[in-house]
C-alpha cells in the first residue's frame, strides 16, 4: 500500500523554505497531496491577501516534482476531513504550527519539520519593496 503525505500551505512567492519543507515531506512516503489555502483563509490567517491567486499558486506547487496533487485548502478546521478524504497517513506540518494538530494523531501521525531559518514570504514582500523604493537616507 502506498504511504500518503499530506501537507498545508499558502505557498505564495515560491521560496526556498518551501521547497525543502516539501521535499522532506515527500521523503517521508510514496505520495505527497498538498492543501494549498485559499486567498480568503491566507487573508483570515495574516491580516493580508497572497500575492499570488489560488489557481497560480495551485499550478506553481504542482509543478515541483516532489508534488503528486494538490487541492484548495477553504478552512483550518477542516484538516481532519481532507485527511480522510485523502486517505493520508501522514500529516506533515512546518514547527511553526508544532502542537496545533496533535489531535489528529488519532486518525494519522502527525508530524512537524524545522522551518528554513532566514526567509519567509513577508520578509520577501519587504525586501522588494525596498528595492522598488529604496529607503532615503538623511545624510
Ligand atoms: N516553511 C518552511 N520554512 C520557511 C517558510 C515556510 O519550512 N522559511 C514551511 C511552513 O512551515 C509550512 C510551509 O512551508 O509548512 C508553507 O508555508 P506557508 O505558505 O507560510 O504556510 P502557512 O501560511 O503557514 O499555511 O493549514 C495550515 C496553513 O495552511 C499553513
Known sequence: MK??????GTYDLLHIGHVRLLERAA?????LIVGVSCSK??????????????????EIV?????VDEVFVEESLEKKGQYIQ????????MGDDWA?????FNSICSVVYLPRTEGIS????????????????GTS
Open 3 to 8: 504511504k500518503r503525505i499530506i501537507t498545508f
Open 27 to 31: 521523503q517521508l512516503g510514496d505520495e
Open 41 to 58: 483563509l491566507n487573508l483570515s490567517k495574516k491580516g493580508r491577501a497572497p500575492v499570488y491567486e489560488t489557481s497560480d499558486r495551485m
Open 62 to 66: 504542482k509543478a515541483l516534482g516532489c
Open 85 to 92: 478524504e485523502f486517505g493520508a497517513h501522514i500529516l506533515v
Open 99 to 103: 502542537g496545533r494538530f496533535d489531535q
Open 121 to 136: 514570504t513577508t520578509q520577501l514582500i519587504g525586501d522588494i519593496g525596498e528595492m522598488v523604493l529604496p529607503a532615503t
